[in-house]
Each structure stands twice: as C-alpha cells, then as structure tokens.
C-alpha cells in the first residue's frame, strides 16, 4: 500500500530525497512516519509528519539535517536528508496511521499499521 524510493549510495555529507507514495495516489492516513533499521539493530524513528502538515518530529540523530514535507505534485511525503553521515546508513520505510501524535513525539513503529517495502541507504565515508 506504501512504496518508498530514492536509496542509494552517497558520500558522507552528500544529500539524499527519499518519496514515499501510496498505493494508487490516495492517501486516507492521518500521520506518515519514517523509520530506519541498520543490520543488527532495531527499526528506530526517524521523522512524522501529519498529512495535512500541521505536527512534524524528527529524532535527535537527524533534527537539523533530515526534513519532511509533502509533495502536492507527485503526491508522496518525502523526507530530505542533507549532510548525511555514515551512521545513516541503513534500510528506510515508510509507514502511515491514523493516530495523532503532538509535536515532538517519537512514537513507536507499533504505532504504524502500515508500511513501505524499505529502501536502502549506504553512506560511505
């Protein structure tokens, strides 16, 4: 229902657009997440945005480097990471829900019920 876009392999402090996109163009979500999972660890949060635009959160790691917005034209969240590092490294999902969360949450990928297919991120540096 999900299909996330745009890994690949970058150099550190390169910039990278990954677009997430629902099946069929129809977005019937509240809230669109990333999250990411490096081999070996567990899928950690990344950035929410809520559709309409009105609450966005971003992890620590990436505040001030990654943003996330909407693409009204092809239709898709897209999360921007600038000044990406090695430690980025990793597969990115997207995943959608109808939850609400309040600016500055980090809500949990139990929280989502619906999820990309990944795409993968290697940074070299």
């Known amino acids: 229902q999900l299909q996330a876009s745009g890994g690949g392999m970058v150099q550190a402090g390169d910039s990278l657009r990954l677009s997430c996109a629902a099946s069929?163009?129809?977005?019937?979500?509240?809230?669109v997440g990333w999250f990411r999972q490096a081999p070996g660890k567990e899928r950690e949060f990344v950035a929410v945005?809520?559709?309409?635009?009105?609450?966005?959160s971003f992890a620590d790691s990436v505040k001030g480097r990654f943003t996330i917005s909407r693409d009204n034209a092809k239709n898709t969240i897209d999360l921007q990471m600038n000044k990406v590092k090695p430690e980025d490294s990793a597969v990115y999902y997207c995943?959608?829900?109808?939850?609400?969360?309040?600016?500055?949450?980090?809500?949990?990928?139990?929280?989502?019920?619906?999820w990309g297919q990944g795409t993968l991120v290697t940074v070299s540096s």
């Open positions: 945005r809520s559709w309409a635009g009105g609450v966005t």
């Open positions: 069929g163009g129809t977005w019937s979500f509240y809230t």
């Open positions: 995943a959608a829900t109808q939850r609400r969360f309040a600016s500055g949450a980090l809500p949990n990928p139990d929280a989502f019920g619906y």
